[in-house]
């Protein structure tokens, strides 16, 4: 079962995915990004290629496709907040794209 982050962690974490261009939302604790593609196919080929990732991890985001760009949300709601899985799906979402 996943833990929250907290402390060092924690701090760690939100410095590299901020680098990256991801963004924290106190409210929920939860990071979001915007991904743009070329076209719809490359955005829903990425998200394809993202979806087994998280199946694999069983860790499923919230994201959204409008053409060529996907919004993607991670929080762990079985924690109420951000988890060591909301760090590993988010770099591997940016390696993929």
């Known amino acids: 079962m996943a ?3 907290d402390g060092h962690d924690r701090d760690e974490g939100l410095t590299k995915l901020k ?4 963004t924290h939302d106190a409210d929920r604790d ?8 070329k076209n719809f196919v490359d955005a ?3 998200m394809t290629r993202a979806a ?7 860790h499923h985001p919230e994201w ?9 949300t991670l929080t762990t709601h079985d924690v109420d907040g951000l988890s060591e899985l909301d760090l590993e799906l988010a770099k591997k979402f940016d390696e993929l794209a």
């Open 3 to 5: 833990t929250k982050l």
């Open 19 to 22: 680098a990256s261009g991801w």
């Open 30 to 37: 939860a990071v979001s990004k915007s991904f743009s593609f």
């Open 44 to 46: 829903f080929g990425f």
């Open 52 to 58: 087994i990732h998280a199946e694999k991890m069983n």
């Open 64 to 72: 959204s496709n409008v053409y060529k760009t996907v919004d993607v």
